[in-house]
T-cell receptor, first 112, second 114 residues
Framework: GESVGLHLPTLSVQEGDNSIINCAYS??????FIWYKQESGKGPQFIID?????DKRQGQRVTVLLNKTVKHLSLQIAATQPGDSAVYFC???????????FGTGTSLTVIP | SAVISQKPSRDICQRGTSLTIQCQVD?????MFWYRQQPGQSLTLIAT?????????ESGFVIDKFPISRPNLTFSTLTVSNMSPEDSSIYLC???????????FGPGTRLTVT
């Protein structure tokens, strides 16, 4: 499958600060990406998605940015809260079906 | 989204035995998938569970080791056969509806092989 990786395996931020989690992908033909949040002992939870024809998409307190030129994806979390502490994964669609390939994951810790 | 349940939630098994994991969805879905997540690692796609036909396996995974059933649009099973300690992982199913790429995950089955 495609290679999808993250720049930083761990990230610690102060409560109330903004968080930025980065992801690099390898398949320039990928046309859809999802960010997932995984809390300890649970399955991944869908946060936000973006299609390759967009470069930015906003949700509630989260923004995803896509830079196709350098094959880079980022997730920005505004006013980070303790409940945001989790592992975050980016996932890349194979563009030949519904198969997704996951990045390494970044563990976010929010310091109260 | 969809409500997805998995059984069992966890199990401890002896090497050489097999375990069948069930995935149940509260509504009909087109696509069902099985993933493996080894401790502290990311998710790796095992296979796509196709309703009415054989599952489609990813490179490195074979039907003899991970047989999959998909008898209808709300249910699938994954069997981990002839287990070894290296099979100790969390096994997750996910679903997606026709016309959308959005995938939603079950809570996972934590398998420990001794």
């Amino acid at each position: 499958g495609e290679s999808v990786g993250l720049h930083l395996p761990t990230l610690s931020v102060q409560e109330g600060d903004n968080s930025i989690i980065n992801c690099a992908y390898s398949n320039s033909a990928s046309d859809y990406f999802i960010w997932y949040k995984q809390e300890s002992g649970k399955g991944p939870q869908f946060i936000i998605d973006i299609r390759s024809n967009m470069d930015k998409r906003q949700g509630q307190r989260v923004t995803v940015l896509l830079n196709k030129t350098v094959k880079h994806l980022s997730l920005q979390i505004a006013a980070t809260q303790p409940g945001d502490s989790a592992v975050y994964f980016c996932a890349e669609n194979s563009n030949t079906g519904n198969q997704f390939y996951f990045g390494t994951g970044t563990s976010l810790t929010v310091i109260p | 989204s969809a409500v997805i349940s998995q059984k069992p939630s966890r199990d401890i098994c002896q090497r050489g035995t097999s375990l069948t994991i069930q995935c149940q969805v509260d509504s009909q879905v087109t696509m069902m998938f099985w993933y493996r997540q080894q401790p502290g690692q990311s998710l790796t796609l095992i296979a796509t569970a196709n309703q009415g036909s054989e599952a489609t396996y990813e490179s490195g995974f074979v039907i003899d080791k991970f047989p999959i059933s998909r008898p209808n649009l709300t249910f699938s099973t994954l069997t981990v056969s002839n287990m070894s300690p290296e099979d100790s992982s969390i096994y997750l199913c996910s679903v997606a509806r026709s016309g959308t790429y959005e995938q939603y995950f079950g809570p996972g089955t934590r398998l420990t092989v001794t």
